[in-house]
């Protein structure tokens, strides 16, 4: 049976090749694969399932399944440089603020709510540029670093409600107040509970001495 077999547009080649019903069943859906990955994958079966005639077909796919794992891994590798570079940025902003003042104002907010795309009968907005703007800038990575130092630092932590400006986070907090999340109180309780149990193992020790 003729099969066309188009590798990738990038390649500039379509070759006809009989397969074998093996390879026929194997890609028979190639037409709808969405990512590369399968592609990569039966090349590398096909490694140990050659056929007569394949030579130049599978040389080609071979050079482009090696291309794109170049490709990918230094995608990959840059990824996780810009995360790593972002998340550094974060916690040294975090720990200039938290030497600079001794209170942190930040909204009482679900952001793993926010990041949920909401269903199609629930009535809520949902804006995709601003999900796809938070994924690149992570604010919940930021929170967490402004977090972590002022809890370090020993200062207050207050939680006033969401959906306000700064100025009107600012104000609500001068003439309500807030709810107190300080991380000291929490860090403490914390502790006392790992050095209770210490307390018990060492008077259990000293029991069966």
């Known amino acids: 049976m003729a099969v066309l077999y188009p590798i990738l547009p990038s390649l500039g080649h379509k070759w006809i090749l009989k397969l074998p019903d093996e390879h026929q069943e194997r890609l028979k859906h190639l037409h709808a694969w969405r990512g590369a990955s399968k592609l990569a994958a039966h090349q590398i079966w096909w490694r140990a399932h050659r056929f007569s005639g394949d030579s130049e077909t599978f040389a080609k796919v071979e050079s482009w399944r ?19 570079r972002r998340r550094d940025g974060y916690r040294v902003f975090g720990a200039r603020m938290s030497r600079r003042h001794q209170t942190l104002v ?29 994924f690149d800038t992570s604010p919940s990575e930021l929170r967490s670093a402004l977090l972590n130092a002022f809890r370090r630092e020993g200062a207050r932590v ?12 600012l104000a609500y907090y001068r003439s309500n107040g807030g709810d107190s999340i300080d991380g000291p ?25």
């Open 106 to 134: 930040i909204e009482k907010l679900n952001i793993a709510r926010l990041a949920k795309a909401p269903k199609p009968d629930e009535e809520r907005e949902f804006n995709r540029i601003a999900s796809s703007q938070r």
């Open 158 to 169: 207050i939680e006033v409600p969401a959906g306000m400006n700064s100025a009107e986070m």
């Open 66 to 84: 090696v291309q794109d794992k170049h490709l990918w891994s230094w995608e990959a590798n840059a990824r996780r440089k810009a995360i790593a």
């Open 185 to 209: 109180a929490l860090r403490s309780l914390k502790f006392n509970r790992l050095r209770k149990i210490s307390c018990d193992l060492n008077t259990q020790s000293e029991q069966t001495d």
